[in-house]
Nanobody
């Protein structure tokens, strides 16, 4: 089944941290990249970060630079998004998405396989 599965969302206070996980299965090794894409209320989808099979990563959202870190564990086919110093404006649904390519893209429409999303709420 070519659908990533996310976990790890929840409610956190401003300044807190969360770690999202994404299990990816069904894709041959070294044939895809994985991105975290979010949709915050009132805005369209936004690619946050992307990571290649080699571990090379890209941060696309200026608002999360220095706070969010993407990583992956190839032995378990899992990609993570560590989110620190969370802000209320980070509230939204976070999707893990796969692009069958060796190259990351900052365009969320370039990712063809999406998980169902995990909700992150940052509120006191």
């Amino acid at each position: 089944q070519l659908q990533p599965v996310e976990s790890g969302g929840g409610l956190v206070q401003p300044g807190g941290s969360l770690k999202l996980s994404c299990e990816v299965s069904g894709f041959p090794r070294n044939s895809y990249v994985v991105a975290w894409i979010r949709q915050v209320p009132g805005k369209e989808h936004e690619a946050v970060s992307c990571i290649r099979d080699s571990g090379g990563s890209f941060n696309y959202a200026d608002s999360v630079k220095g706070r969010f870190t993407i990583s992956r564990d190839n032995s378990n086919n899992t990609v993570f998004l560590r989110m620190n110093n969370l802000l209320p404006e980070d509230t939204g649904v976070y999707y893990c998405a796969v692009r069958p390519s060796l190259y990351c893209s900052r365009l969320w429409r370039d990712y063809g396989y999406w998980g169902q999303g995990t909700r992150v709420t940052v509120s006191s």
